[in-house]
């Protein structure tokens, strides 16, 4: 099980996850409130997530796919991920993220 934290305004949230999941998965667990209306086909971008900023640089690069969904979007941050297409891993254990409040 790897460690995500999920910040909501001053709030702080430790979950567990299994690895190979996506936060997108977890979000739909612990009722985070994440949409995911195309279940992560990467087809819409209502798994928007914010990735903490000492965290972005350790995730994977997003594909072209991704990036094109995220460029459609009015909230996009330089962090902006879909949790669809974020999968844990080990390296990724104590991961931070957020939702951001306009979705």
């Known amino acids: ?15 567990k ?5 996506t ?11 994440i949409e995911g209306s195309c279940e992560g086909s990467m087809a819409c971008s209502t798994c928007h997530v914010v990735i903490h900023k000492d965290w972005a640089t ?3 690069a ?3 796919d991704e990036k094109e969904m995220l460029s459609l979007l009015s909230n ?4 902006s ?6 999968v844990i891993t080990e390296l990724l254990d ?9 979705i």
């Open 1 to 15: 099980m790897v460690k995500v934290l999920y910040i909501n305004n001053s709030t702080t949230k430790t979950f």
């Open 62 to 64: 997003p594909c072209v």
């Open 17 to 21: 996850i299994e690895k190979n999941k």
């Open 81 to 86: 991920r879909l949790g669809c297409q974020i």
């Open 94 to 102: 104590g991961l931070e993220f957020s939702v951001p409040e306009d």
């Open 23 to 33: 936060i997108l998965d977890l979000a739909k667990q612990e009722d985070i409130g």
């Open 58 to 60: 350790k995730l994977p």
């Open 76 to 79: 996009y941050y330089k962090n």
